[in-house]
């Protein structure tokens, strides 16, 4: 007999939490986000539906894979991965959570989302952020961009936050971090330890499903 999760059907969709970074078309004409670890290869729009990373059929989130996009219930959880290195210059976002999803423990694998707010990190320097420049790399077709004053854009390709807002459509918006607000403290702590275990439990149990079906496949 196999067990079945219960089903949720709220009033409201869920809200959740993850970081990503801000991207612009090649052309200028299209603005949205790229995630940081499965997926970040395929940049997402503001309001946008999730496909299976791997090229196969079936709709995301399926049981037996882990795609699908990917947040975490608490603002501080997604904070919290801004402590790494390579994440250091990229924005908190708050989405809705649309479409059919699976809870863990501490976030949604879900098949839609709508980004209602974006806020990203004070400038290098460690004034508060009014633009988007670029970064410096990018995706195919795409360029990504960080956060800068006015004093350090230089001459790179740079969009005030309200533009870059506009761009991407579908009432976006787009706040600079209070300097000195935020900022994550070297080294691994404990909430960034306990956000990458959320993601790690999360492919755990996907990877428990199918250790089971297979099990029962091989007594049978």
Request: aromatic content about 6%; overall charge positive; glycine content about 12%.
């Amino acid at each position: 007999m196999r067990l079945r999760l219960p089903e949720e059907r709220p009033k409201e969709p869920p809200t959740g939490y993850k970081i990503a970074h801000p991207v612009l078309s090649q052309d200028g004409t299209r603005a949205g986000f790229t995630g940081v670890s499965l997926g970040a290869a395929l940049p997402y729009a503001v309001l946008d539906e999730a496909h299976c990373v791997y090229g196969r059929r079936h709709e995301a989130p399926h049981r037996r894979c882990d795609c699908g996009f990917h947040c975490v219930h608490e603002r501080a959880a997604a904070e919290a991965f801004l402590c790494i290195a390579e994440h250091r210059r990229a924005a908190l976002l708050e989405v809705t959570v649309l479409g059919a999803y699976i809870r863990f423990e501490r976030g949604f694998r879900y098949a839609r989302q709508r980004v209602r707010t974006a806020t990203v990190r004070p400038c290098g320097c460690g004034a508060r952020a009014s633009l988007l420049v670029d970064a410096g790399w990018g995706r195919p077709g795409w360029q990504v961009l960080e956060s800068a004053c006015g004093g350090c854009a230089g001459r790179r390709t740079a969009l005030r936050l309200a533009e870059f807002a506009r761009i991407a459509g579908e009432g976006l918006t787009v706040l600079g971090a209070r300097p000195g607000s935020g900022v994550p403290p070297r080294g691994l702590g404990v909430p960034e330890l306990l956000a990458e275990a959320a993601l790690l439990q999360a492919r755990l149990d996907v990877f428990q499903g199918e250790l089971a079906r297979l099990a029962k496949g091989e007594r049978n």
